[in-house]
């Protein structure tokens, strides 16, 4: 509860971005367009931005070159407690209503100082692979009937999110992180736009080291006879 409002804000703002989409259909955030541009750079991970269709709040695209195998980050994205372990300001997270790795649900909340409830989230997780370009992508929307709300806390759902992952020479992994939020209320976008840059870095810069621990280790991916993605082989997720 020390946290400083703006600090406290952006963590909320990344936590309910990495995982939501609004339950309105948004435009998709384009991954090439013209406009993107760089505001950020701070070792091999880059930050862009630009400006989004009938909004005052940007996008981001986060562009990360991360030093763990994708199996092990995969591993990490698998788990549905590892928001606690990368996401600013993510305090419970877990899943519910798997029906297989690629069509699954989360809950997750995050944490805010007195007098701001806390907020929780239910998502829609969808994952896939292209096998000619060996990119998997995962999708999060948010969905509005599959949890009760409680009285406790703050339903969010308020962006669009997109993972594009792939393998790299040395045991690296690219990741682009595309993401657009409207955060309602009363805040101004200036304000939003200044805090979408650093707290990408950060997230990014600790899942670099959770996906070096130990028990992501020894892990692998799972693909059907196609090459689509099917699960992940680890001891941390049934989701096989």
């Known amino acids: 509860m020390n946290r400083s409002f703006f600090t406290t804000f952006s963590k909320l703002l990344i936590t309910s971005t990495l995982l939501l989409s609004t339950i309105t259909q948004a435009e998709e955030i384009p991954l090439d367009a013209d ?63 798997v029906k297989n790795f690629n069509d699954r649900y989360a809950y997750s909340v995050n944490d805010m100082p007195w007098p701001f409830k806390d907020r929780d989230y239910v998502i829609h997780i969808e994952t896939t692979s292209k096998p000619e370009t060996n990119k998997i992508l995962m999708h999060m929307n948010a969905t509005a009937d599959k949890k009760e709300v409680s009285d406790d806390y703050l339903r969010v759902s308020v962006a669009q999110t997109i993972y594009i992952l792939e393998a790299l020479d040395d045991n690296k992994t690219k990741m682009v992180w595309l993401q657009h939020t409207e955060p309602g209320g009363v805040l101004p976008g200036w304000l939003v736009n200044s805090l979408i840059i650093d707290i990408p870095i950060k997230s990014l810069q600790a899942l670099e080291q959770v996906a070096q621990e130990e028990k992501y280790q020894n892990t692998h991916i799972l693909f059907d006879q196609n090459g689509i993605i099917k699960g992940v082989d680890s001891k941390l997720t049934p989701l096989k």
């Open 35 to 97: 406009n993107w541009e760089e505001q950020k750079k701070e070792g091999n991970i880059t930050i862009y931005t630009r400006p989004h269709p009938n909004s005052s709040f940007e996008a981001f695209k986060a562009v990360a070159i991360l030093d763990a195998p994708l199996d092990n980050v995969m591993a990490v994205m698998a788990n549905p407690l590892s928001c606690v372990e990368w996401v600013h300001g993510c305090t419970e997270s877990y899943g519910f209503d």
